[in-house]
């Protein structure tokens, strides 16, 4: 006799497997033109200079760097981001900063720390999915503020605050995912006085800022008055390194960072060792700009290439967005088609994208798709194309 098991959490069961997964998961096979992946190009990895960063420190620090360390992250690390931050206009200390898995698990130490099941978080719509999935997890009540071409409605945004009285509000400001919009800076400036006026915590997720292919960057929302003293602002070495390093930071006021630690400490005691060292002595030894303008200027051809083949691809009447940079482009077909449906013929025609729905914490506009240009060269781009011309319009 074997008595039946206590049943798993609620949260565990609460985010459902996707039909979209299974159909993407054909796209593995070779021969497959994808723009579905959120993945940085693996041929543009320095794997050369990073292989060196990691024969430096097994040579000169084996012990170190294969130890226990600290939670908050390995000192050289913490400098080199805070380093970055602070040429970037946001005065940084070693302090201010705390290495985190990924940036992803920045996100679940501030849900850790903020977030009460039942407690409301504001989101763009559509928004980046694993953040909805983290915010679920929590039991937060996602609620999403109405967005346009440029991003959050800071009128709407007030409103709903005021409404919902939330707890936080997340934003991916710059070339957002799944969108590719940015954020201007006049309504960052409003962001930040909202949230200082009534009262709400931001955190500002900002992993595809360096890869920016044209025009002026943007301040951080952490950088606007107001926002000093509230906002969690997430960087991430996935797009700017490699994203197997699993290497992220969180930059947060005193009491915020201090608690998300705890976080981390009951979470992971602390990210990898050697994997802090060797990023560390990798920044200190190469120019990681000289790196990012191969990046980017490789990035740009790519997006070039999709937005001019976009247009024989899709059918006529829809329309698509002309990112200044980051990964994604999004476009929205005519009345009547749905993306989910059509992938099935696309996939069957070697070619894959993302359906935009599941990025929707609510009203999903089944219309929408997002495709990466960062994984193919122009021609497999324009080949690419060429093929989901064919699939959409049969
Ligand atoms: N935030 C956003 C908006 C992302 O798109 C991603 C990854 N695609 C992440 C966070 C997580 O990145 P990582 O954990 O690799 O730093």
């Known amino acids: 006799m074997r008595a039946q098991l206590p049943p798993f959490a609620a949260r565990a069961t609460s985010v459902a497997a996707s039909p979209v997964r299974e159909i993407l998961a054909l796209t593995e096979r070779p021969g497959v033109i994808s723009f579905a992946g959120g993945l940085p190009a693996p041929e543009l990895f320095d794997a050369a200079g990073l292989r060196a960063a990691y024969d430096g420190a097994f040579a000169d620090c084996a012990g170190r760097a294969?130890?226990?360390?600290?939670?908050?992250?390995?000192?050289?690390?913490?400098?080199?981001?805070?380093?970055?931050?602070?040429?970037?206009?946001?005065?940084?200390?070693?302090?201010?900063?705390?290495?985190?898995?990924g940036s992803q698990?920045?996100?679940?130490?501030?849900?850790?720390?903020?977030?009460?099941?039942?407690?409301?978080?504001?989101v763009e719509n559509p928004t980046y999915l694993a953040a909805l999935q983290c915010f679920g997890m929590a039991g937060a009540r996602v609620v999403p503020v109405p967005c346009d071409e440029?991003?959050?409605?800071?009128?709407?945004?007030?409103?709903l605050v005021r409404r919902e009285r939330p707890k936080l509000l997340y934003s991916v400001p710059t070339f957002?995912?799944?969108?590719?919009?940015?954020?201007?800076?006049?309504?960052?400036?409003?962001?930040?006085a909202v949230a200082a006026r009534l009262g709400l915590w931001l955190v500002e997720d900002d992993p595809y800022g360096d890869l920016r292919y044209e025009g002026a960057e943007v301040p951080w929302l952490a950088?606007?008055?107001?926002?000093?003293?509230?906002?969690?602002?997430?960087?991430?070495?996935?797009?700017?390194?490699?994203?197997?390093?699993?290497?992220g930071w969180l930059r947060a006021p005193g009491e915020l960072r201090r608690a998300a630690a705890r976080a981390k400490q009951a979470a992971d005691l602390h990210t990898s060792t050697i994997d802090?060292?060797?990023?560390?002595?990798?920044?200190a030894a190469v120019d990681l700009n000289d790196h990012l303008d191969k990046v980017r200027g490789a990035y740009r051809e790519r997006r070039d290439a999709l937005l001019a083949g976009l247009g024989g691809a899709l059918p006529a009447g829809s329309v698509w967005n002309r990112p200044a940079?980051?990964?994604?482009?999004?476009?929205?077909?005519?009345?009547?088609?749905?993306?989910?449906?059509?992938?099935?013929?696309?996939?069957a025609h070697d070619v894959a994208y993302v359906p935009g729905a599941p990025f929707y914490a609510t009203a999903p506009d089944p219309r929408t798709l997002r495709l990466s240009f960062t994984t193919h060269t122009p021609a497999e781009i324009t080949e690419g194309l060429e093929r989901l011309g064919v699939a959409l319009s049969v």
Request: overall charge negative; aromatic content about 4%.
């Open 150 to 159: 440029d991003g959050l409605d800071p009128a709407a945004l007030e409103e």
């Open 66 to 101: 294969l130890q226990y360390s600290v939670t908050e992250g390995a000192t050289e690390l913490r400098a080199a981001v805070a380093a970055r931050a602070s040429g970037r206009g946001l005065p940084t200390a070693v302090e201010d900063v705390l290495i985190t898995t």
């Open 276 to 283: 802090q060292i060797a990023a560390a002595r990798y920044l």
């Open 325 to 347: 940079g980051g990964m994604f482009v999004w476009a929205r077909l005519p009345e009547g088609h749905d993306a989910a449906a059509l992938l099935k013929s696309a996939v």
């Open 105 to 122: 698990q920045a996100l679940t130490l501030i849900a850790a720390t903020l977030l009460e099941p039942g407690d409301t978080v504001l």
């Open 176 to 192: 957002q995912n799944p969108t590719g919009r940015t954020l201007p800076g006049e309504r960052r400036r409003e962001v930040a």
């Open 223 to 247: 950088a606007h008055p107001g926002a000093e003293d509230r906002t969690a602002l997430l960087g991430s070495f996935s797009k700017i390194m490699a994203p197997g390093l699993r290497l």
